[in-house]
T-cell receptor
Framework: KNQVEQSPQSLIILEGKNCTLQ??????????LRWYKQDTGRGPVSLTI?????NTKSNGRYTATLDADTKQSSLHITASQLSDSASYIC?????????????FGQGTTLQVKP | GAGVSQSPSNKVTEKGKDVELRCDPI?????LYWYRQSLGQGLEFLIY????????KSGLPSDRFSAERTGGSVSTLTIQRTQQEDSAVYLC????????????FGQGTRLTVV
């Protein structure tokens, strides 16, 4: 069964600190992996998208890594800010067809405190 | 349009009534997705369209749910004889349709069945 598992489920950190969120997937065939940020009451917004051949991709203070062999990804947030408080969702695109189906993890809820 | 637009943003309906939710994707996006997010839960895939056809309807929870897309653009998600467990935020996303392009989400429709 195609699944995407994220950990931790929730995380509280102090402003300025770094943190790393994990994503494990059992999706085959694999097309790409995305990280989304979802603020409360809003739709998800894309942070990064990585294909099979990419190991790391950065977007400002966000850096995503991908190990396609072990089917693991991480999202590292550097020098956290209060505005980073949100749900972070790992999404894997399955299938070899043109679009594939997006399979969502349950998300990690991050709270950044002053 | 500039982004994915969903309407209404909020809908309160009585149990047993039918509802229609609308999604206007970004112009030119051939792929369109519907997801459901219950309170505190991750996103649950419902259906996706490639053009006007729906290659994958596997996520529709029951035969009370149906969706259509006309002209390769606007999509409507219809829920017949609504139940309280249908209460959730219904999110729509669209993408260009090529394999590794981003999916952009609307703000969602919050449905409350009383």
């Amino acid at each position: 069964k195609n699944q995407v598992e994220q950990s931790p489920q929730s995380l509280i950190i102090l402003e300025g600190k770094n943190c790393t969120l994990q994503c494990n997937y059992t999706v085959s065939p694999f097309s790409n992996l995305r990280w989304y940020k979802q603020d409360t009451g809003r739709g998800p917004v894309s942070l990064t998208i990585m294909t099979f051949s990419e190991n790391t991709k950065s977007n400002g203070r966000y850096t995503a890594t991908l190990d396609a062999d072990t089917k693991q990804s991480s999202l590292h947030i550097t020098a956290s800010q209060l505005s980073d408080s949100a749900s972070y969702i790992c999404v894997v695109s399955a299938g070899s067809s043109n679009t594939g189906k997006l399979i969502f993890g349950q998300g990690t809820t991050l709270q950044v405190k002053p | 349009g500039a982004g994915v637009s969903q309407s209404p943003s909020n809908k309160v309906t009585e149990k047993g009534k039918d509802v229609e939710l609308r999604c206007d994707p970004i112009s030119g996006h051939t792929a369109l997705y519907w997801y459901r997010q219950s309170l505190g839960q991750g996103l649950e895939f419902l259906i996706y369209f490639q053009g006007n056809s729906a290659p994958d309807k596997s996520g529709l929870p029951s035969d009370r749910f149906s969706a259509e897309r006309t002209g390769g653009s606007v999509s409507t998600l219809t829920i017949q004889r609504t139940q309280q467990e249908d209460s959730a935020v219904y999110l729509c996303a669209s993408s260009l349709g090529t394999k590794n392009t981003e999916a952009f989400f609307g703000q969602g429709t919050r449905l409350t069945v009383v």
